[in-house]
């Protein structure tokens, strides 16, 4: 899931439940989640990224 | 804030007789009485329980049969951990009315070597904050000056050793849970190795994380209450010298943002162990701008976890704050907690490396200085920092990590608000940092 898809459902839900002021966390939390998944030990299934995790 | 007497200053003195527990205790009463309506640092008072103890004390003192320096010494306890037959609230109104139905292993063991356990401190509620403006019993209130917070989450713990309501104090550090309070508060916080302190019988916020570690006086008293509720003997520290020790500073993301007042005390303090025979050398965690990030994956999920079915029951009884906190961690997927998991083990293993070769390192405990009250954001040159992050980021990486971590004081801002140094030191060599930390110490007191 994209992070854009993820924040949207989580705030759409937010609502629903009557949380408005999470909405607003939740805005940054995905701010955090996208610094997350930039760090250079995440690697994929495509492979290209093994070789940099051995070298670390 | 006149200096108080530390364990090691009174044990000898209770054992000659020269002093009761009994009076000890009566004492810390008394400041609770005369300081607790304005600075809010305890949920529950012991007395009865408190007073009963202490004179069972002196009798087993008086027939010869010491326990040792812990002995009719009036400690707390923050209220996240058991003791039998009064409740642990963790700050939330959602408990209450529960009642431990008996001793975490932590308390039992102070209670065996004789400690008198005067009551229960306030923290931010279930420690899920650095403030403790979010407590079911209203916010407690920083000593050296009441319009600001004592830090957290184990504030209530920090104010009542600096402002005499008992000598010593049990708390818990997630992410700094204890050196950011003592750093606000101007005492010693010691957090162990992570499970050195068993923390059953602890209301947990992320298990994997969490530490029971004592708050204190002085570094010497931080290592009698460990030896103790670590289920040894308590034994003096040997002191050592700081002649040939090797600090490495952590630089970058940890010196990057401090107010100018911590940073020019803590670069002082650094001085003048130099100048006390250290070595200095300077390090960095190539992935340091990943703490916050990972621990937070970490945590709101581990929180969120615990939470759950009171979330959905009860959401009213937390305070609107955490709730709102709780309720985001509910929201972190999977896949994310596995990146913080992976990110975990490369910041420990940055850690170790920046470990090799020297005896510790050193890094302020806390950016900025006690931040007022209700306050979101705070000046740091000339820029606004975000209160939660900045009160975070130097304690952080010792909780994902597990490495020992101390933090003591080290000067104070022009208004006399207190600053803290911070060592953190190798893994099964929690001995050996406070041997260190209290060389550190003795270098960075006030000229007699």
């Known amino acids: 899931m994209t992070l854009e898809q993820w924040l949207e459902d989580a705030r759409m839900d937010a609502f629903r439940r009557k949380l408005p002021e999470l909405a607003e966390l939740l805005e940054g939390l995905a701010k955090s989640t996208a610094v997350l998944r930039e760090a250079d030990w995440n690697d994929d299934a495509s492979g290209c990224k093994e070789g940099e995790e051995e070298s670390k | 804030m006149a200096d108080q007497p530390t364990i090691a200053d009174l044990a000898p003195r209770i054992a000659r007789g020269e002093i009761r527990s009994e009076k000890l205790t009566e004492d810390a009463l008394a400041a609770i009485a005369k300081l607790n309506p304005q600075l809010n640092a305890f949920i529950t008072v012991t007395a009865d329980q408190a007073l009963a103890s202490a004179r069972h004390a002196d009798k087993e003192i008086a027939a010869g049969r010491s326990r040792g320096p812990l002995h009719g010494i009036p400690i707390s306890l923050k209220d996240l951990i ?41 923290l931010h509620e279930f420690a899920f904050g650095t403030t403790t403006e979010d407590s079911g019993w209203g916010p407690a209130r920083n000593p050296f000056d009441a319009t600001r917070s004592a830090g957290g989450s184990s504030s209530g713990s920090a104010i009542a050793v600096k402002t005499g309501m008992s000598i010593a104090s049990v708390g818990t550090d997630t992410g700094g849970s204890i050196r950011i309070p003592a750093a606000a508060c101007g005492v010693v916080g010691l957090k162990p190795e992570w499970e050195e302190i068993s923390s059953a019988g602890v209301v947990p916020l992320s298990r994997q994380l969490d530490h029971v570690g004592p708050i204190t006086r002085s570094v010497e008293d931080a290592a009698l209450m460990f030896d103790v509720m670590r289920g040894k003997p308590a034994a003096a520290t040997e002191t050592t010298t700081l002649w ?91 896949e994310d907690y596995v990146r913080a998991l992976r990110g975990r083990a490369v910041l420990t293993r940055e850690i170790e490396l920046a470990l090799d070769g020297v005896d510790a390192l050193l890094l302020p ?65 929690t001995s050996d940092l406070l041997r260190l930390a209290r060389a550190v110490e003795a270098a960075l007191a006030p000229p007699a």
């Open chain 2, 365 to 429: 405990a806390l950016a900025i200085p006690a931040p007022p009250l209700g306050a979101a954001a705070v000046p740091v040159k000339g820029g606004q920092e975000p209160v939660r992050s900045a009160m975070l980021r130097c304690t952080q990486p010792f909780n994902l990590s597990g490495h020992p971590a101390i933090s003591l004081p080290c000067g104070s801002t022009p208004t006399g608000l207190p600053v803290g140094l911070q060592i953190a030191g190798r893994r099964r060599g």
């Open chain 2, 82 to 122: 058991d003791m039998e037959g009064v409740p642990t609230t963790a700050a939330s109104r959602l408990r209450a009315h529960h009642i431990a139905r008996r001793d975490a292993p932590v308390t039992a063991r102070l209670r065996e070597a004789g400690a008198v356990l005067v009551g229960k401190t306030n």
């Open chain 2, 244 to 334: 040939g020790k090797r600090f490495a500073v952590l630089g970058g993301y940890f010196l990057d943002r401090l107010d100018e007042h911590v940073e020019s005390n803590v670069l002082a303090a650094i001085e003048r162990l130099r100048n006390a025979g250290a070595t200095i050398n300077e390090a960095t965690l190539p992935h340091a701008a990943y703490v916050a990030p990972v621990y937070l994956h970490l945590v709101l999920a581990d929180a969120a976890a615990y939470h759950a079915t009171m979330l959905h029951e009860r959401s009213a009884a937390y305070t609107p704050n955490v709730r709102l906190r709780l309720e985001m961690g509910r929201y972190v997927l999977a």
